[in-house]
C-alpha cells in the first residue's frame, strides 16, 4: 500500500475468513467426503500470502473440526498474528440446534482452538448466519462461556438468513430485556432502493464489480464507518471441488469464484484491513 493510499483510508475495515472445507454446507442430504483430499491447504497459504503481501491483518472464524484435521494451519493462522476464533464445531445451523446443543457445539471448538494454539478464542460466527429472530437469545450462551464478541447478524433479509431490523454498528445486543456483556458485530451492509444488502462478502462480493464494492467501502469509511470483507477458501480457488446443488444454490456458492483471488487481492491493496479484536481494541472496547 502506498503512503498516499494509506492517508486516504484512515479508518481500518475488518478482514474475516470462515475457515471449512468445500464440503461444509447446510443441504439434507450431503455426505461429507474424507478430510485431506481437498485444497485446503493450498488455499489458506493463499489466504495467508495475500494476508501478508498487503499487511493486513485478519479474524479467522474456524471449524472445530479445521483444528482436529488441520492443526498446522490454525497454528499458522496463530503465528502470523491473526485473530483466531470460533465458526462452532462441525458447521450445523445454529437455529437447528437447541440451546444447550448449541452452547456445547460453540464451547467443543473453542476447547480445541484454544488447546491447539494455547491462545484465548474471543469471537464467534455461526455458520451460514445462522443466528436469526426465533434464537437470537443464543448470545446468552456466547456470554455465558465467556466469550467478548459474536459476527453472526446479517441485518438483511434473505431466504436463507437475516436480521433486517438489527442494528448496524458495532453493539451491545439487548437479550430479553438485558444488555449482554458482549458485542455485537454486524455483517457490513449498504442501502439500495431503501433496503440493506450486502457488498463485501462471500457471493456478494464476488457478484458486485470490484469498483462497486470499493466504492462501498470508501463511503462507509468516509461516514467513519468500518466494512467487514468476509470469504471462504474455497473461494479463492476455482478448481476447488463443488457440491453438485440447483442452479439457484449453485449460482450462490460458485458464481465468479474464478475471479475472487484477483479481486480479493487489489481490495486489500486498496484499504487497510484489521481483525475484529484489533478493531474493538482500537475503538478502546477490548483489552488485546
Excluded at 91 to 106: G, I, N, P, R
Excluded at 258 to 266: C, E, H, I, S, Y
Amino acid at each position: 500500500m502506498t503512503t498516499s493510499t494509506a492517508a486516504s483510508n484512515r479508518v481500518a475495515n475488518m478482514l474475516t475468513f470462515d475457515i471449512e472445507e468445500w464440503f461444509h454446507a447446510n443441504y439434507d442430504g450431503l455426505e461429507f467426503p474424507p478430510y485431506g483430499t481437498s485444497h485446503f491447504r493450498q488455499n489458506m497459504d493463499t489466504i495467508l500470502r495475500l494476508c501478508r503481501e498487503s499487511n493486513s491483518k485478519a479474524t479467522f472464524f474456524t471449524l472445530g473440526t479445521i483444528g482436529e484435521h488441520y492443526p498446522d494451519v490454525v497454528k499458522a493462522i496463530v503465528r502470523d498474528g491473526h485473530d483466531l476464533a470460533t465458526h462452532g464445531y462441525a458447521h450445523e445451523l445454529a437455529y437447528k440446534q437447541s440451546y444447550q446443543e448449541f452452547k456445547d457445539d460453540v464451547k467443543k471448538s473453542v476447547d480445541i482452538l484454544e488447546q491447539l494454539t494455547g491462545t484465548k478464542v474471543l469471537g464467534y460466527r455461526a455458520p451460514s448466519w445462522s443466528i436469526v429472530e426465533r434464537n437470537y437469545h443464543y448470545l446468552e450462551a456466547l456470554e455465558e462461556l465467556g466469550l467478548v464478541y459474536d459476527a453472526s447478524i446479517f441485518p438483511v433479509k434473505t431466504f436463507l438468513y437475516g436480521i433486517p431490523t438489527a442494528p448496524t454498528e458495532v453493539h451491545r445486543p439487548v437479550v430479553n430485556g438485558r444488555t449482554l456483556n458482549l458485542f455485537e458485530v454486524p455483517m457490513s451492509v449498504t442501502q439500495v432502493a431503501g433496503r440493506n444488502i450486502g457488498y463485501s462478502g462471500g457471493f456478494y462480493f464476488r457478484f458486485f464489480p470490484r469498483f462497486f464494492i470499493q466504492n462501498a467501502i470508501r463511503k462507509a469509511n468516509r461516514e467513519g464507518k468500518s466494512s467487514i470483507v468476509y470469504l471462504h477458501p474455497r473461494e479463492v480457488d476455482p478448481t476447488e471441488q463443488k457440491i453438485e446443488l440447483p442452479f439457484k444454490e449453485r449460482l450462490i456458492h460458485y458464481y465468479n469464484v474464478g475471479g475472487t483471488q484477483r479481486k480479493l487481492a487489489k481490495v486489500l491493496n486498496s484499504f487497510e484491513f484489521t481483525s475484529v479484536a484489533e478493531h474493538l481494541a482500537q475503538k478502546g472496547l477490548l483489552h488485546v
